[in-house]
């Protein structure tokens, strides 16, 4: 069982920053793919951005050119630098990773981006 922990949210101005990581309990060189997903308040969960073993990012349209994510292989740790934070950025923000075909979710972070 693989366990994702999640840390950096909180509160912040419209067009601050925030920077959130996950670390992971096992050796993240054999995840086949790292990620952040968010859901705001009656929505539904979303992908923010993700990175995979061969280093291959995608990002959703919403925040193309202002979050970063990036994968330390040898802290276990997957982490996504947000900046120019908007209103509509406000969500609990979930770490997600895929090992050998089995998805694993953190517990979520909140990110709150006054206006």
């Known amino acids: 069982q693989v366990q994702l922990v999640e840390s950096g949210g909180g509160l912040v101005q419209a067009g601050g920053s925030l920077r959130l990581s996950c670390v992971a309990s096992t050796s993240t060189v054999t995840a086949t793919a790292m990620g952040w997903y968010r859901q705001a308040p009656g929505k539904q969960r979303e992908l923010v951005a993700s990175?995979?073993?061969?280093?291959?990012?995608n990002y959703a349209d919403s925040v193309k050119g202002r979050f970063t994510i990036s994968r330390d292989n040898a802290k276990n740790t997957v982490d996504l630098q947000m900046n120019s934070l908007k209103f509509e950025d406000t969500a609990v923000y979930y770490c997600?990773?895929?090992?050998?075909?089995?998805?694993?979710w953190g517990r979520g972070t909140q990110v709150t981006v006054s206006s």
């Open positions: 990175v995979h073993s061969g280093g291959t990012t």
């Open positions: 997600n990773g895929r090992w050998y075909l089995r998805t694993y």
